[in-house]
């Protein structure tokens, strides 16, 4: 039989991923201005997109929708860090330039983590009429959306957070090579953010790590271990010609451990459809649909493409 490709979304498919794209956009701001404690605040953010999240796939049936609202989010957000960036260079670096603080990052990951693990839920516990071509190749188009999604987060988060922390004009030139000293002052309570710091950069990498898990299935750890190293020390010797951080030894070490984190979440879920599905669906997240096809029984299966 001939298995045709996925449906492509409606006009109002497509505007309803938009809508959602901007109302996950505007949410963090809107959990600030109602709440002052951080923790709620993020906790709203979750309850808020887990019901767009919803709302949106409900109408839709689509999760290639969810997959418009997350770049759509990712791309208003990248679009006013531009503006941002660009006031900062002409006009007051002080008054203009973009800064990232906790709040920030965690609500820009959690704007992502919140819908894909809505639809990751939902393909993981997929079966019968809900488990079909059509549905997987829907699924495999939401995975290429939300990666690309994640990166342009991601891009902005290490540019504005471990690149360029700092505002134009500074100098803050210093190399750090004693290994694991930094680690010990986190530990031991001298370091000035302690166990924030160790945690934020033993996760840093983490989403790179899983988006070229999703987009390379045939990655090894050992390949994990030496491209994160590699990124690590290039991330460093950045900081430290720009003078925007202190360029540490350990930093790179934690890197190291935050992409196989990564890439141990990609091959957990993985494992766990493989589980359910009894050894039918082994490679759940994947660019490419015709791994994931269900092939009729006692039947022929040929596959082509337009």
Known sequence: MTILPSQKLTISQLYLGLAAGLMLFLLPNDAKNQIENEGFCNAYIVLISLVITGVLFFITKRYEAIGVSLMTMAALNTTFF?????????????????????YKIVSLFLLWFVPFVFCITLRLLASGGRDNNETRRDFSGFIASSMKALFIIY???VLFKLIMPDRPGTNN??????????????????????????????IVLSPLAFYFAVLVPKFKIWHVAIISALLGVAVEIMQFILGTATACTDDVFMIMIGAVLGIAFKYIIDKLRSIITHGEDKNMLSFDYKHLLVKPKGEAQVLTED
Request: proline share 4%.
């Open 82 to 102: 531009i503006f941002d960036m660009i006031r900062g260079f002409s006009d007051d670096p002080a008054e203009y330039w973009p800064e990232l603080n906790r």
């Open 173 to 202: 030139r210093e190399i750090e090579l004693m290994i694991f000293s930094r680690i010990s002052s986190c530990l031991n309570g001298t370091h000035e953010n302690g166990l924030e710091y160790i945690c934020w950069h033993c």
């Open 155 to 157: 891009v902005i988060v």
